[in-house]
């Protein structure tokens, strides 16, 4: 018999899969909105935000109102960059398949896997740091994704597993999860390492040094008890002193 605990472990279970499955639903829609190219990248940002905070944070706030706001943040830049790579995908696999020397073919099959990389995390790094312009959020992808290389490959071992289970033996689930399967297994990747990083800059960053307005008071020495004085009786007309 299951315990309570149990039970919530298996429903906690379902609803995380169920919001996998809607993400998905929602990534599509977008993408379809924006005419594929055009959509592509405010929904895989989009994703990728939702990931973050639900992973990463804890956060699970209503999805559809939440991921249409996020895919209004930074539409321009995240589609640009889903341009960059689609157009630099195009010319590696142009070249896979049409180059006549196989090493020139080798070299682009290469060049595809660290497209790749650069494609699963250039969206969480967006996200999840400050870096300004393309370059260097393409460059960071890169940096988390082959300095990370064992989860990495982990990673993509499991989401290639995953796929081929799904297509063997229930295809219609793999259009369900189709986008959600990478985006959160990219997820579990980066919360890892965001959350290794957040912890280093917070143990490496300087102690400022204690003012002298926050310093305790120096203590002094109490000054020796005063003997009281006695009281002098009143005198009355017609007593001695």
Not at 80 to 107: D, E, H, K, P, R
Not at 138 to 156: C, E, K, Q, V, Y
Request: with cysteine.
């Amino acid at each position: 018999m299951f315990s309570f605990e149990g039970f919530v472990r298996i429903n906690t279970f379902l609803v995380g899969v169920y919001r996998v499955a809607y993400l998905n639903l929602l990534w599509l829609t977008t993408t379809v909105l924006g005419l594929g190219v055009g959509g592509i990248g405010p929904a895989s940002y989009a994703l990728a935000k939702y990931l973050d905070r639900w992973l990463r944070a804890g956060e699970t706030p209503p999805p559809a109102r939440t991921f249409w706001r996020y895919a209004r943040e930074r539409p321009w830049h995240a589609t640009l960059v889903a341009w960059i790579l689609l157009a630099a995908g195009g010319v590696v696999v142009t070249n896979v398949f049409l180059a006549t020397s196989w090493y020139v073919q080798a070299a682009n099959v290469g060049a595809l896997a660290v497209l790749g990389v650069a494609a699963s995390y250039v969206y969480p790094v967006m996200v999840a740091t400050d870096l300004p312009t393309i370059p260097r959020q393409l460059a960071g992808a890169l940096l988390i994704g082959f300095g990370s290389l064992h989860r990495t490959i982990l990673g993509a071992t499991a989401v290639g597993l995953a796929c081929w289970l799904l297509w063997q033996f229930a295809l219609p689930l793999l259009v369900m999860f189709g986008v959600g399967i990478p985006a959160f297994a990219t997820g579990l990747v980066t919360r890892g390492i965001f959350r290794g990083l957040t912890d280093d800059r917070a143990l490496s960053a300087p102690r400022a040094p204690a003012s002298r307005a926050s310093a305790p008071p120096p203590r002094t020495s109490s000054p020796p008890p005063s003997t009281p004085r006695t009281a002098r009786p009143h005198l009355t007309e017609g007593t001695a002193p």
